[in-house]
């Protein structure tokens, strides 16, 4: 059974920084690319950023690009979503999931397991 947990959500005033985690297990976490979504209130799910199977590649959505990081530890099963610079858009729950394929994808249909969310909140 694949299982993937977040944390580091909080709450964090705005041009703050905050870095979320995503540990997997249940599947061969190295083969698979990942990616974080988030929804606001109100709002549909949107892609915020994937990473391939490697590490070597990355896609952004245009709201966090330069802004947000994602990375990976095949050796922990983990990936990261580091965020500075937060602004109040950025407030919804996060959540991270596995990719269907090794290759990267902003798409929601290629995502096949998701977490539970952690919620991220940016005061102004």
């Known amino acids: 059974q694949v299982q993937l947990v977040e944390s580091g959500g909080g709450l964090v005033q705005a041009g703050g920084s905050l870095r979320l985690s995503c540990a997997t297990s249940g599947r061969t976490f190295s083969s698979y690319a990942m990616g974080w979504f988030r929804q606001a209130p109100g709002k549909e799910r949107e892609f915020v950023s994937a990473i391939n199977w490697s590490g070597g590649t990355t896609l952004y959505a245009g709201s966090v690009k330069g802004r947000f990081t994602i990375s990976r530890d095949n050796a922990k099963n983990t990936v990261y979503l580091q965020m500075n610079t937060l602004k109040p858009e950025d407030t919804a729950v996060y959540y991270c999931?596995?990719?269907?394929?090794?290759?990267?994808?902003?798409?929601?249909?290629?995502?096949?397991?998701w977490g539970q969310g952690t919620q991220v909140t940016v005061s102004s």
């Open positions: 999931a596995v990719c269907k394929y090794s290759s990267i994808s902003g798409s929601r249909s290629t995502y096949d397991y």
